[in-house]
């Protein structure tokens, strides 16, 4: 009968059996803490410092500034100072003078995009030619004339940072027949 049958091989188990199965016990518990204990060598649960990936943001926080928020903690004359290193290359900025590789900039600041007499301009920024250089719109190009006017002859990488934009920007601002020189 089956059930005698199965008595009888547990019965007939001797203690050389029952040391191996419990051996066998013994080192399956050893093996799953041995991987447990793996796994956390391998992940730790700690969480960790630093965060896997971050928003595309600097640090401070300023990619999250609006062009009106950087303008009202801008410092024309840490933009004179910028324009004077980034911009004199290719552009004047004193009212009359003539233009160099990129037009003289006096007075830009609320005009027609690419209407200044006398320069020529690319047709990239032609393009533009019925917006105005709101501040918005300075901000845009001076970020990456690239890739506001595709194509421009502007060879300038652009300013990533927005403050080092504002502080152009408010220079610029100060640089119209109304306006104080800095
Ligand atoms: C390598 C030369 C070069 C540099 C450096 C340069 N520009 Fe220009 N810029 C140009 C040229 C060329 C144009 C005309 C672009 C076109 O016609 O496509 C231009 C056009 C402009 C215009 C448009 C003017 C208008 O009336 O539409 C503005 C504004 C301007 N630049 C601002 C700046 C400022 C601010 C800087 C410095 C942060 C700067 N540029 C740096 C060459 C330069």
């Known amino acids: 009968m089956q059930p005698k049958h199965r008595w009888s091989i547990v019965t007939r188990m001797d203690s050389h059996d029952a040391n191996r199965i419990g051996a066998a016990f013994l080192l399956t518990a050893l093996a799953m803490a041995g991987s447990v204990w793996a796994g956390h060598l391998a992940i730790p649960v700690a969480i960790p410092l630093r965060p896997a990936f971050t928003l595309p943001q600097t640090p401070d926080g300023s990619a999250s500034l609006s062009v009106a928020d950087a303008l009202a903690h801008a410092d024309p004359k840490a933009g004179q100072a910028l324009a004077a290193r980034s911009c004199t290359t290719c552009h004047s900025f004193t009212k009359g003078a003539p233009p160099t590789v990129g037009p003289n ?17 690319s047709p990239a920024l032609s393009a533009h030619r019925s917006e105005l250089w709101t501040d918005e719109a300075l901000s845009a ?8 006017a595709p194509g421009t002859r502007m060879a300038f990488p ?4 927005i403050r080092d934009r504002a502080a152009i920007i408010a220079y610029l601002h100060t640089l119209s027949d109304g306006g104080h020189q800095p």
């Open 105 to 121: 900039l006096f007075g830009v600041a609320g005009t027609p995009v690419a209407d200044i007499p006398g320069y020529s301009f």
């Open 141 to 148: 190009w001076l970020e990456s004339p690239a890739r506001f």
């Open 158 to 161: 652009g300013l990533s940072d």
